[in-house]
């Protein structure tokens, strides 16, 4: 029989696993879902003609590129009289509506450029 320190210690490691199973479920349930909504994001902005223009070591193209996986150009491959002065990067650029966002976007603020086409 086992005495009642042992039962206590089953039970407390019991809690533990099942909360552990519990985080571990709602994460990549969670990043699941996160990835398929960047899929649809990235499909539309592609469908839209944005483009993505960064630089190496760039802090904020670094976070831009963390945020959502979208295929980028470096600036030092773009040549300025295809896109004129940039301002800033990274630079979300539409040549076909003439539209810019420099600066680090959201997701909300990317979604409402993919819905401007």
């Known amino acids: 029989m086992l005495d009642s ?3 206590a210690i089953i039970i407390f490691v019991s809690i533990l696993l099942l909360f552990a199973s519990i985080k ?3 994460s990549y349930n969670k990043s699941s879902f996160v990835d398929v909504k960047d899929d649809i994001l990235v499909q539309k902005l ?3 003609g944005w483009k993505l223009i960064s ?7 670094s976070k831009q590129l ?16 295809v896109i004129g002065v940039v301002k800033g990067v990274p630079l979300w650029i539409n040549t ?3 539209i810019e966002a420099v600066g680090l976007q959201s997701r909300e603020k990317l979604l409402e450029l993919a819905n401007k086409c």
């Open 46 to 48: 592609k469908k839209c």
């Open 24 to 26: 571990f479920w709602y």
């Open 5 to 7: 320190y042992t039962i």
């Open 66 to 81: 963390e945020l959502i996986n979208y295929p980028h150009i470096d600036i030092s491959d773009v040549r300025p009289d």
């Open 96 to 98: 076909v509506m003439g």
């Open 55 to 61: 630089k190496k070591n760039c802090v904020f193209c």
